[in-house]
Protein backbone atom coordinates (compact mmCIF):
# COMPACT_ATOMS: atom_id res chain seq x y z
CA UNK A 1 0.00 0.00 0.00
CA UNK A 2 1.55 3.61 -0.90
CA UNK A 3 1.84 6.47 1.45
CA UNK A 4 -1.54 8.45 0.12
CA UNK A 5 -3.38 4.87 0.03
CA UNK A 6 -1.99 4.59 3.91
CA UNK A 7 -3.20 8.06 4.59
CA UNK A 8 -6.18 7.73 3.52
CA UNK A 9 -6.76 4.98 5.44
CA UNK A 10 -5.88 6.79 8.56
CA UNK A 11 -8.41 9.33 7.43
CA UNK A 12 -11.02 6.79 7.08
CA UNK A 13 -10.71 4.28 9.70
CA UNK A 14 -10.15 7.15 12.47
CA UNK A 15 -14.19 8.06 11.31
CA UNK A 16 -16.28 5.14 10.66
CA UNK A 17 -19.42 7.11 11.05
CA UNK A 18 -18.31 9.42 8.23
CA UNK A 19 -17.11 6.25 5.81
CA UNK A 20 -20.26 4.05 6.87
CA UNK A 21 -22.56 7.40 6.09
CA UNK A 22 -21.17 7.72 2.51
CA UNK A 23 -20.54 3.90 1.22
CA UNK A 24 -22.78 2.11 3.64
CA UNK A 25 -21.52 -0.11 6.30
CA UNK A 26 -22.17 -3.31 4.89
CA UNK A 27 -19.86 -2.31 1.89
CA UNK A 28 -16.86 -1.27 4.06
CA UNK A 29 -15.42 -4.59 4.73
CA UNK A 30 -11.89 -4.75 3.57
CA UNK A 31 -8.59 -2.41 3.83
CA UNK A 32 -8.72 -2.61 0.30
CA UNK A 33 -12.78 -1.16 0.09
CA UNK A 34 -12.25 1.34 2.22
CA UNK A 35 -9.34 2.82 0.58
CA UNK A 36 -11.13 2.46 -2.81
CA UNK A 37 -14.08 4.09 -1.09
CA UNK A 38 -12.47 6.75 0.75
CA UNK A 39 -9.93 7.98 -2.21
CA UNK A 40 -13.43 8.30 -4.46
CA UNK A 41 -15.36 10.83 -1.73
CA UNK A 42 -12.12 13.28 -0.83
CA UNK A 43 -11.33 13.17 -4.89
CA UNK A 44 -14.97 15.19 -4.99
CA UNK A 45 -14.02 17.25 -1.32
CA UNK A 46 -10.78 19.17 -2.05
CA UNK A 47 -7.59 18.17 0.40
CA UNK A 48 -7.17 15.18 1.12
CA UNK A 49 -5.08 16.02 4.34
CA UNK A 50 -7.16 19.24 5.75
CA UNK A 51 -9.94 17.80 7.78
CA UNK A 52 -11.13 21.66 8.35
CA UNK A 53 -11.36 24.56 7.35
CA UNK A 54 -11.70 28.00 9.93
CA UNK A 55 -13.32 31.21 9.61
CA UNK A 56 -14.06 34.41 11.70
CA UNK A 57 -17.05 34.59 11.68
CA UNK A 58 -20.14 32.39 11.18
CA UNK A 59 -21.39 33.97 7.52
CA UNK A 60 -17.87 32.95 6.27
CA UNK A 61 -17.55 29.32 7.26
CA UNK A 62 -18.05 27.81 4.15
CA UNK A 63 -19.49 24.36 3.00
CA UNK A 64 -17.24 21.79 1.73
CA UNK A 65 -18.00 17.85 1.42
CA UNK A 66 -16.96 15.89 4.84
CA UNK A 67 -14.46 18.86 5.96
CA UNK A 68 -15.43 20.64 9.34
CA UNK A 69 -16.83 24.42 8.63
CA UNK A 70 -15.59 25.43 12.03
CA UNK A 71 -16.00 29.74 12.82
CA UNK A 72 -15.02 31.43 16.19
CA UNK A 73 -17.88 30.65 18.86
CA UNK A 74 -18.79 31.82 22.53
CA UNK A 75 -19.54 29.05 24.52
CA UNK A 76 -21.83 30.10 27.53
CA UNK A 77 -21.52 27.06 29.52
CA UNK A 78 -18.88 24.53 30.60
CA UNK A 79 -17.74 22.85 26.91
CA UNK A 80 -14.38 20.40 26.13
CA UNK A 81 -12.89 20.64 23.07
CA UNK A 82 -13.63 17.13 21.14
CA UNK A 83 -10.13 16.65 19.95
CA UNK A 84 -7.82 17.41 22.96
CA UNK A 85 -10.77 16.32 25.54
CA UNK A 86 -9.80 19.74 27.55
CA UNK A 87 -12.12 22.23 29.16
CA UNK A 88 -11.90 25.27 27.24
CA UNK A 89 -11.21 28.15 29.21
CA UNK A 90 -11.12 31.98 28.74
CA UNK A 91 -13.74 34.29 27.85
CA UNK A 92 -15.45 36.30 24.19
CA UNK A 93 -15.12 33.49 21.69
CA UNK A 94 -12.72 30.82 23.38
CA UNK A 95 -12.76 28.05 20.86
CA UNK A 96 -14.20 26.93 17.06
CA UNK A 97 -17.35 25.22 16.54
CA UNK A 98 -18.48 23.06 13.26
CA UNK A 99 -21.35 24.88 11.58
CA UNK A 100 -22.30 21.11 10.34
CA UNK A 101 -22.12 18.78 13.18
CA UNK A 102 -21.19 20.34 16.24
CA UNK A 103 -17.77 19.54 17.13
CA UNK A 104 -15.84 22.08 19.60
CA UNK A 105 -12.12 22.87 18.70
CA UNK A 106 -9.32 24.35 20.13
CA UNK A 107 -7.56 26.76 18.27
CA UNK A 108 -4.49 24.99 18.66
CA UNK A 109 -6.32 21.74 18.25
CA UNK A 110 -7.62 22.66 14.41
CA UNK A 111 -4.79 21.31 13.01
CA UNK A 112 -4.62 17.71 14.51
CA UNK A 113 -8.54 17.01 13.92
CA UNK A 114 -8.72 14.29 11.74
CA UNK A 115 -12.64 13.23 12.37
CA UNK A 116 -14.42 14.32 9.23
CA UNK A 117 -17.88 15.96 9.55
CA UNK A 118 -21.03 14.56 8.52
CA UNK A 119 -21.66 13.40 5.13
CA UNK A 120 -24.23 15.69 3.08
CA UNK A 121 -24.60 12.45 0.60
CA UNK A 122 -24.44 8.64 0.70
CA UNK A 123 -25.63 5.25 0.57
CA UNK A 124 -29.20 3.91 0.71
CA UNK A 125 -29.74 4.34 4.58
CA UNK A 126 -28.22 7.36 6.98
CA UNK A 127 -26.34 6.13 9.77
CA UNK A 128 -26.66 8.16 13.00
CA UNK A 129 -23.47 10.38 13.08
CA UNK A 130 -22.49 11.07 16.45
CA UNK A 131 -20.78 13.62 18.34
CA UNK A 132 -19.10 13.25 21.47
CA UNK A 133 -20.00 15.49 24.81
CA UNK A 134 -21.19 19.03 25.35
CA UNK A 135 -24.55 17.65 26.14
CA UNK A 136 -27.63 19.77 27.97
CA UNK A 137 -27.31 18.35 31.32
CA UNK A 138 -30.84 17.68 33.27
CA UNK A 139 -32.79 20.67 33.97
CA UNK A 140 -31.41 22.55 31.27
CA UNK A 141 -33.71 21.00 28.32
CA UNK A 142 -31.50 17.86 29.31
CA UNK A 143 -30.93 14.90 26.80
CA UNK A 144 -32.07 11.35 27.72
CA UNK A 145 -30.73 8.66 26.55
CA UNK A 146 -32.35 6.62 23.39
CA UNK A 147 -31.85 3.37 24.76
CA UNK A 148 -31.45 3.18 28.59
CA UNK A 149 -34.01 6.60 28.87
CA UNK A 150 -31.62 7.93 31.83
CA UNK A 151 -30.23 11.30 31.58
CA UNK A 152 -27.31 12.01 29.23
CA UNK A 153 -24.37 14.77 29.87
CA UNK A 154 -21.56 16.48 32.42
CA UNK A 155 -20.04 19.39 33.07
CA UNK A 156 -17.59 17.39 34.31
CA UNK A 157 -16.08 15.61 31.37
CA UNK A 158 -16.72 15.14 27.69
CA UNK A 159 -19.26 12.13 27.99
CA UNK A 160 -22.36 10.56 26.09
CA UNK A 161 -23.29 11.30 22.42
CA UNK A 162 -25.40 13.08 20.30
CA UNK A 163 -26.32 12.18 16.88
CA UNK A 164 -26.05 15.69 14.65
CA UNK A 165 -28.96 14.26 12.11
CA UNK A 166 -31.48 13.53 14.20
CA UNK A 167 -30.54 14.78 17.97
CA UNK A 168 -31.09 11.74 19.81
CA UNK A 169 -28.31 11.51 22.87
CA UNK A 170 -26.94 7.84 24.28
CA UNK A 171 -24.69 6.93 26.23
CA UNK A 172 -21.02 4.73 25.63
CA UNK A 173 -20.97 1.67 23.15
CA UNK A 174 -23.38 0.04 24.40
CA UNK A 175 -26.68 2.23 24.31
CA UNK A 176 -25.28 3.67 20.62
CA UNK A 177 -25.04 -0.17 19.70
CA UNK A 178 -28.67 -0.79 21.42
CA UNK A 179 -30.26 2.23 18.97
CA UNK A 180 -31.26 1.93 15.39
CA UNK A 181 -28.44 1.79 13.17
CA UNK A 182 -30.23 3.63 10.17
CA UNK A 183 -31.16 8.01 11.25
CA UNK A 184 -34.65 8.74 10.38
CA UNK A 185 -33.96 12.38 11.00
CA UNK A 186 -36.32 12.82 14.17
CA UNK A 187 -38.35 15.58 13.80
CA UNK A 188 -36.82 16.59 10.80
CA UNK A 189 -37.39 14.10 8.72
CA UNK A 190 -40.15 15.88 6.90
CA UNK A 191 -37.93 18.32 5.33
CA UNK A 192 -34.87 17.39 5.28
CA UNK A 193 -33.11 16.60 2.47
CA UNK A 194 -31.85 12.62 2.94
CA UNK A 195 -28.25 12.62 1.96
CA UNK A 196 -29.56 9.04 0.80
CA UNK A 197 -30.78 10.57 -2.53
CA UNK A 198 -27.79 12.40 -3.63
CA UNK A 199 -24.84 11.23 -5.05
CA UNK A 200 -21.32 12.42 -6.93
CA UNK A 201 -21.45 13.30 -10.92
CA UNK A 202 -18.21 13.89 -12.86
CA UNK A 203 -16.06 16.41 -11.41
CA UNK A 204 -17.29 15.95 -8.23
CA UNK A 205 -20.56 18.02 -8.72
CA UNK A 206 -23.17 16.53 -6.06
CA UNK A 207 -26.69 15.90 -8.05
CA UNK A 208 -29.65 14.23 -7.35
CA UNK A 209 -29.70 10.24 -8.23
CA UNK A 210 -31.76 9.27 -10.65
CA UNK A 211 -35.18 7.91 -9.78
CA UNK A 212 -34.52 9.34 -6.04
CA UNK A 213 -37.18 8.00 -3.52
CA UNK A 214 -38.00 9.70 -0.73
CA UNK A 215 -39.03 8.28 2.77
CA UNK A 216 -43.07 8.42 3.42
CA UNK A 217 -44.10 11.97 4.39
CA UNK A 218 -40.99 13.49 3.01
CA UNK A 219 -41.15 16.83 1.38
CA UNK A 220 -37.46 18.35 1.42
CA UNK A 221 -36.88 21.99 1.75
CA UNK A 222 -35.32 24.33 -0.87
CA UNK A 223 -34.19 27.43 1.67
CA UNK A 224 -33.20 30.53 -0.31
CA UNK A 225 -31.91 33.19 1.89
CA UNK A 226 -30.98 36.83 1.32
CA UNK A 227 -28.42 37.55 4.03
CA UNK A 228 -28.70 41.25 3.42
CA UNK A 229 -32.23 41.72 4.15
CA UNK A 230 -33.48 43.97 6.71
CA UNK A 231 -31.20 44.04 9.88
CA UNK A 232 -28.75 41.70 7.49
CA UNK A 233 -29.71 38.99 9.93
CA UNK A 234 -29.34 36.13 7.24
CA UNK A 235 -26.19 35.65 7.90
CA UNK A 236 -26.53 34.18 10.95
CA UNK A 237 -29.90 32.45 9.70
CA UNK A 238 -28.43 30.55 6.80
CA UNK A 239 -25.68 29.18 9.01
CA UNK A 240 -28.24 27.72 11.36
CA UNK A 241 -30.09 26.39 8.66
CA UNK A 242 -26.94 24.66 7.43
CA UNK A 243 -27.17 23.16 11.01
CA UNK A 244 -30.10 22.08 11.24
CA UNK A 245 -30.80 20.57 7.79
CA UNK A 246 -28.34 18.98 5.01
CA UNK A 247 -26.57 21.98 3.79
CA UNK A 248 -27.09 20.55 0.02
CA UNK A 249 -30.70 22.20 0.54
CA UNK A 250 -29.78 25.83 1.68
CA UNK A 251 -28.95 28.25 -1.10
CA UNK A 252 -27.04 31.77 -0.84
CA UNK A 253 -28.96 34.11 -3.15
CA UNK A 254 -26.16 36.28 -3.52
CA UNK A 255 -24.75 33.36 -5.05
CA UNK A 256 -26.26 33.05 -8.89
CA UNK A 257 -30.01 33.56 -7.37
CA UNK A 258 -32.67 30.87 -6.69
CA UNK A 259 -32.70 29.47 -10.10
CA UNK A 260 -29.27 27.29 -8.83
CA UNK A 261 -30.95 25.56 -6.15
CA UNK A 262 -34.54 25.18 -7.99
CA UNK A 263 -32.54 23.33 -10.98
CA UNK A 264 -30.91 21.07 -7.81
CA UNK A 265 -33.77 19.99 -6.60
CA UNK A 266 -36.15 19.36 -9.54
CA UNK A 267 -35.21 16.29 -9.72
CA UNK A 268 -37.27 15.43 -6.50
CA UNK A 269 -40.72 13.73 -7.00
CA UNK A 270 -41.55 16.75 -4.96
CA UNK A 271 -40.23 19.59 -2.96
CA UNK A 272 -41.10 22.86 -1.56
CA UNK A 273 -39.42 26.12 -0.62
CA UNK A 274 -38.45 28.48 1.74
CA UNK A 275 -37.64 31.81 1.61
CA UNK A 276 -36.18 33.89 3.82
CA UNK A 277 -35.90 37.61 3.11
CA UNK A 278 -37.67 40.78 3.04
CA UNK A 279 -41.29 41.10 0.46
CA UNK A 280 -38.33 41.72 -2.02
CA UNK A 281 -36.56 38.32 -1.61
CA UNK A 282 -40.21 36.62 -1.90
CA UNK A 283 -40.91 37.77 -5.04
CA UNK A 284 -37.66 37.21 -6.59
CA UNK A 285 -38.60 33.34 -5.61
CA UNK A 286 -41.58 33.13 -6.50
CA UNK A 287 -41.08 34.99 -10.27
CA UNK A 288 -38.19 33.02 -10.82
CA UNK A 289 -40.65 29.32 -10.04
CA UNK A 290 -43.36 31.15 -12.74
CA UNK A 291 -40.42 31.47 -15.00
CA UNK A 292 -38.83 28.16 -14.94
CA UNK A 293 -42.26 26.46 -14.67
CA UNK A 294 -41.43 24.31 -11.66
CA UNK A 295 -43.84 23.22 -9.44
CA UNK A 296 -43.05 23.30 -5.60
CA UNK A 297 -45.60 21.97 -3.53
CA UNK A 298 -45.50 24.92 -1.74
CA UNK A 299 -43.76 28.38 -0.55
CA UNK A 300 -43.39 29.87 2.91
CA UNK A 301 -41.00 32.71 4.30
CA UNK A 302 -39.36 33.56 7.33
CA UNK A 303 -39.49 37.56 7.23
CA UNK A 304 -35.88 38.95 7.42
CA UNK A 305 -36.96 42.20 5.80
CA UNK A 306 -38.24 45.84 7.14
CA UNK A 307 -42.41 45.89 6.52
CA UNK A 308 -42.46 42.03 5.68
CA UNK A 309 -46.34 42.58 4.30
CA UNK A 310 -46.25 39.44 2.59
CA UNK A 311 -45.13 37.15 5.64
CA UNK A 312 -47.65 39.20 7.72
CA UNK A 313 -50.74 38.22 5.57
CA UNK A 314 -49.31 34.81 5.63
CA UNK A 315 -49.07 34.19 8.98
CA UNK A 316 -45.53 34.32 9.70
CA UNK A 317 -44.93 37.37 11.84
CA UNK A 318 -43.86 40.74 10.97
CA UNK A 319 -39.85 40.24 11.72
CA UNK A 320 -37.76 37.67 12.53
CA UNK A 321 -35.94 38.38 15.69
CA UNK A 322 -34.19 35.48 16.90
CA UNK A 323 -36.93 33.03 17.65
CA UNK A 324 -36.01 29.48 17.43
CA UNK A 325 -35.80 28.42 13.77
CA UNK A 326 -35.92 24.64 14.47
CA UNK A 327 -39.40 25.66 15.85
CA UNK A 328 -40.10 27.83 12.78
CA UNK A 329 -39.10 24.74 10.57
CA UNK A 330 -42.13 22.36 12.57
CA UNK A 331 -44.52 25.33 12.12
CA UNK A 332 -43.56 24.78 7.94
CA UNK A 333 -43.99 21.39 8.67
CA UNK A 334 -47.62 21.85 9.63
CA UNK A 335 -48.59 24.73 7.67
CA UNK A 336 -51.81 25.12 5.61
CA UNK A 337 -51.73 25.63 1.74
CA UNK A 338 -53.50 28.64 0.47
CA UNK A 339 -53.32 30.24 -2.79
CA UNK A 340 -52.20 33.56 -3.35
CA UNK A 341 -52.92 36.22 -6.54
CA UNK A 342 -50.24 37.73 -8.48
CA UNK A 343 -50.76 40.25 -11.01
CA UNK A 344 -48.66 40.86 -13.88
CA UNK A 345 -47.36 44.76 -14.54
CA UNK A 346 -47.41 45.83 -18.30
CA UNK A 347 -45.96 49.18 -19.60
CA UNK A 348 -46.93 50.95 -22.87
CA UNK A 349 -44.02 54.09 -23.19
CA UNK A 350 -44.98 56.71 -24.22
CA UNK A 351 -43.28 57.81 -27.83
CA UNK A 352 -42.05 61.63 -26.52
CA UNK A 353 -41.76 62.29 -30.64
CA UNK A 354 -44.82 61.06 -31.57
CA UNK A 355 -46.74 61.22 -28.46
CA UNK A 356 -48.24 57.60 -29.23
CA UNK A 357 -48.39 54.88 -26.67
CA UNK A 358 -45.99 51.82 -27.40
CA UNK A 359 -47.27 48.04 -27.25
CA UNK A 360 -47.38 46.81 -23.85
CA UNK A 361 -44.61 45.06 -22.16
CA UNK A 362 -44.55 42.78 -19.11
CA UNK A 363 -41.82 44.33 -16.96
CA UNK A 364 -42.62 43.17 -13.51
CA UNK A 365 -45.30 41.05 -11.17
CA UNK A 366 -46.95 42.53 -8.04
CA UNK A 367 -47.39 40.39 -4.89
CA UNK A 368 -48.25 43.07 -2.65
CA UNK A 369 -49.07 46.08 -3.60
CA UNK A 370 -48.58 48.90 -6.75
CA UNK A 371 -48.57 52.39 -5.96
CA UNK A 372 -47.94 55.64 -7.66
CA UNK A 373 -47.11 59.38 -6.21
CA UNK A 374 -46.24 60.40 -2.45
CA UNK A 375 -45.67 57.24 -0.92
CA UNK A 376 -43.80 55.73 -3.73
CA UNK A 377 -41.50 59.31 -3.06
CA UNK A 378 -40.82 58.53 0.55
CA UNK A 379 -39.64 54.96 -0.56
CA UNK A 380 -37.76 56.16 -3.06
CA UNK A 381 -35.74 58.48 -0.78
CA UNK A 382 -35.35 55.48 1.45
CA UNK A 383 -34.13 53.18 -1.13
CA UNK A 384 -31.18 55.76 -2.37
CA UNK A 385 -29.95 56.91 1.00
CA UNK A 386 -29.78 52.88 1.91
CA UNK A 387 -27.55 52.53 -1.83
CA UNK A 388 -25.25 55.12 -1.34
CA UNK A 389 -24.96 54.26 2.58
CA UNK A 390 -25.48 50.65 3.93
CA UNK A 391 -23.74 50.60 6.66
CA UNK A 392 -25.86 53.03 8.18
CA UNK A 393 -29.08 50.27 7.54
CA UNK A 394 -28.02 47.43 9.55
CA UNK A 395 -31.08 47.00 11.54
CA UNK A 396 -34.86 46.51 11.12
CA UNK A 397 -35.72 49.77 13.92
CA UNK A 398 -33.06 51.47 12.58
CA UNK A 399 -34.40 51.37 9.14
CA UNK A 400 -37.76 52.56 10.43
CA UNK A 401 -36.11 55.22 11.86
CA UNK A 402 -34.41 56.61 8.80
CA UNK A 403 -38.39 56.15 7.17
CA UNK A 404 -40.13 58.75 9.24
CA UNK A 405 -37.09 60.67 9.13
CA UNK A 406 -36.76 60.75 5.21
CA UNK A 407 -40.76 61.48 5.51
CA UNK A 408 -40.58 64.45 7.08
CA UNK A 409 -37.72 65.24 4.22
CA UNK A 410 -40.41 64.93 1.50
CA UNK A 411 -43.42 66.44 3.38
CA UNK A 412 -41.25 69.58 3.47
CA UNK A 413 -39.60 69.65 0.06
CA UNK A 414 -41.89 67.42 -2.31
CA UNK A 415 -43.37 68.93 -5.17
CA UNK A 416 -45.35 66.47 -6.67
CA UNK A 417 -48.33 67.09 -8.72
CA UNK A 418 -52.03 66.40 -7.60
CA UNK A 419 -52.65 63.30 -9.20
CA UNK A 420 -56.33 63.65 -10.42
CA UNK A 421 -54.51 66.18 -12.53
CA UNK A 422 -52.31 63.91 -14.30
CA UNK A 423 -53.86 60.44 -14.60
CA UNK A 424 -56.50 58.57 -15.96
CA UNK A 425 -57.67 55.74 -14.56
CA UNK A 426 -59.76 52.78 -15.86
CA UNK A 427 -60.45 49.91 -14.11
CA UNK A 428 -62.52 46.81 -15.65
CA UNK A 429 -63.56 49.25 -18.66
CA UNK A 430 -65.18 52.18 -15.96
CA UNK A 431 -63.27 55.28 -16.70
CA UNK A 432 -63.12 56.44 -12.70
CA UNK A 433 -62.89 60.61 -11.72
CA UNK A 434 -60.36 61.11 -9.26
CA UNK A 435 -60.71 63.08 -6.25
CA UNK A 436 -58.14 65.29 -5.16
CA UNK A 437 -55.31 63.60 -4.34
CA UNK A 438 -51.43 62.70 -4.18
CA UNK A 439 -51.39 59.31 -4.48
CA UNK A 440 -53.12 55.63 -5.64
CA UNK A 441 -52.55 52.19 -3.98
CA UNK A 442 -53.08 48.80 -5.92
CA UNK A 443 -53.63 46.79 -2.90
CA UNK A 444 -53.39 42.73 -3.22
CA UNK A 445 -52.78 41.85 0.75
CA UNK A 446 -54.82 43.09 4.07
CA UNK A 447 -51.13 44.35 5.23
CA UNK A 448 -49.00 47.35 3.89
CA UNK A 449 -46.76 49.77 5.45
CA UNK A 450 -45.38 47.43 7.61
CA UNK A 451 -49.18 45.87 8.90
CA UNK A 452 -51.37 48.78 7.97
CA UNK A 453 -55.06 47.19 5.96
CA UNK A 454 -55.01 49.65 3.68
CA UNK A 455 -58.59 48.61 2.38
CA UNK A 456 -60.07 48.32 6.12
CA UNK A 457 -63.10 46.19 7.23
CA UNK A 458 -66.05 45.73 5.01
CA UNK A 459 -69.51 45.86 7.26
CA UNK A 460 -72.59 44.13 5.55
CA UNK A 461 -74.33 47.75 5.20
CA UNK A 462 -71.27 49.30 3.36
CA UNK A 463 -71.07 45.86 1.24
CA UNK A 464 -74.69 46.30 0.38
CA UNK A 465 -74.13 50.23 -0.14
CA UNK A 466 -71.21 49.80 -2.36
CA UNK A 467 -70.94 46.60 -3.34
CA UNK A 468 -67.00 46.24 -1.71
CA UNK A 469 -66.01 42.85 -0.61
CA UNK A 470 -63.72 42.25 2.42
CA UNK A 471 -60.05 41.98 0.56
CA UNK A 472 -58.64 38.54 0.40
CA UNK A 473 -55.25 37.50 -1.52
CA UNK A 474 -56.88 34.44 -3.11
CA UNK A 475 -60.20 35.97 -4.45
CA UNK A 476 -59.26 37.34 -7.74
CA UNK A 477 -59.81 41.01 -7.19
CA UNK A 478 -57.40 44.27 -6.38
CA UNK A 479 -58.15 46.91 -4.19
CA UNK A 480 -57.95 50.43 -5.23
CA UNK A 481 -57.36 53.49 -2.46
CA UNK A 482 -56.39 56.95 -3.07
CA UNK A 483 -53.82 58.89 -0.25
CA UNK A 484 -55.09 62.51 -0.21
CA UNK A 485 -51.87 64.51 1.28
CA UNK A 486 -49.02 63.58 3.36
CA UNK A 487 -50.88 64.55 6.18
CA UNK A 488 -53.41 62.06 5.72
CA UNK A 489 -50.91 59.18 5.63
CA UNK A 490 -49.09 60.03 8.29
CA UNK A 491 -52.71 59.37 10.09
CA UNK A 492 -52.71 55.96 8.24
CA UNK A 493 -49.26 55.14 9.52
CA UNK A 494 -50.49 56.13 13.37
CA UNK A 495 -53.15 53.84 12.91
CA UNK A 496 -55.43 56.99 13.27
CA UNK A 497 -56.99 56.68 9.65
CA UNK A 498 -57.68 54.91 6.58
CA UNK A 499 -57.54 55.91 2.80
CA UNK A 500 -60.44 56.81 0.85
CA UNK A 501 -61.65 53.16 -1.33
CA UNK A 502 -62.10 54.12 -4.78
CA UNK A 503 -62.70 50.48 -6.81
CA UNK A 504 -62.43 46.56 -6.66
CA UNK A 505 -61.60 45.14 -10.08
CA UNK A 506 -59.44 42.03 -12.15
CA UNK A 507 -57.65 44.82 -14.16
CA UNK A 508 -56.73 48.24 -13.87
CA UNK A 509 -55.15 51.13 -16.49
CA UNK A 510 -53.46 54.21 -15.40
CA UNK A 511 -52.28 56.58 -17.87
CA UNK A 512 -49.67 59.66 -17.71
CA UNK A 513 -49.10 61.18 -20.64
CA UNK A 514 -47.81 64.69 -20.25
CA UNK A 515 -45.86 66.49 -17.27
CA UNK A 516 -43.34 65.13 -15.49
CA UNK A 517 -42.24 61.50 -14.44
CA UNK A 518 -43.77 59.91 -11.57
CA UNK A 519 -42.41 57.82 -8.31
CA UNK A 520 -43.49 54.58 -8.59
CA UNK A 521 -43.42 51.36 -6.13
CA UNK A 522 -43.73 47.53 -6.67
CA UNK A 523 -43.84 45.57 -3.20
CA UNK A 524 -41.74 48.42 -1.64
CA UNK A 525 -39.58 48.20 -4.29
CA UNK A 526 -39.04 51.52 -5.57
CA UNK A 527 -38.19 53.35 -8.99
CA UNK A 528 -39.38 56.62 -11.11
CA UNK A 529 -41.57 55.81 -13.93
CA UNK A 530 -41.67 58.23 -17.14
CA UNK A 531 -44.92 59.04 -18.81
CA UNK A 532 -46.63 55.76 -20.38
CA UNK A 533 -49.42 53.56 -19.38
CA UNK A 534 -49.47 51.20 -16.69
CA UNK A 535 -51.78 47.99 -16.80
CA UNK A 536 -52.15 45.39 -13.80
CA UNK A 537 -54.07 42.42 -14.69
CA UNK A 538 -53.94 38.72 -12.98
CA UNK A 539 -51.41 36.44 -13.87
CA UNK A 540 -51.80 33.21 -11.53
CA UNK A 541 -51.76 32.14 -7.88
CA UNK A 542 -49.33 30.56 -6.26
CA UNK A 543 -49.21 27.66 -3.74
CA UNK A 544 -47.82 29.32 -0.16
CA UNK A 545 -47.96 27.95 3.37
CA UNK A 546 -49.70 29.89 5.96
CA UNK A 547 -49.78 29.20 9.74
CA UNK A 548 -51.96 26.98 10.89
CA UNK A 549 -54.19 29.11 14.04
Known sequence: MDVRSSSLLTVATSDEDYVAGVCGASEVTTAAALVAATTALVRSRGAVYDAYEAAEDIADAPVLEGRHSFYRYHFSRPTYCNQCREFIYGIGKQAYLCNGCNYVCHEKCLQTVIKRCRPSYGAATTPHFWVEGNLSVCGESGSCCAACHKDCGSYSALTDYRCSWCLKTAHSTNCKNAINQNCDFGVRKQYILPPSVLCVKGEGDVVVKANPVLPAGNIPLAVFINKRSGGQQGKAVIATLRN???????????????????????????????????????????????????????????????????????GWGGGYSGEDLAGILAQVASGRVSLLDRWYLNVAPLDLVTRTLAPY??????????????????ALEFHQKRESNPDAFTSRTGNKLWYVKLS??????????????????????????????????????????????????VTPDESKTTGFLPIQFCDGLFEVVILKSFFELGQINGGLSLPSKLAQGREVVISFTSGMSLPCQIDGEPYTQEPCSIRISHAEQARMLTTRK
Open 361 to 378: KQVNVINNYFSIGLDAAI
Open 408 to 457: ADVMLFENLPFLHNVLKVVIDGKVYNLPECKGIVVLNLPSCYGGKNLWGS
Open 244 to 314: LLNPRQVFDLSKGGPEPGLRFMQALPAFQVLACGGDGTVGWVLETIRKTGLRPHAVSVIPLGTGNDLARAL
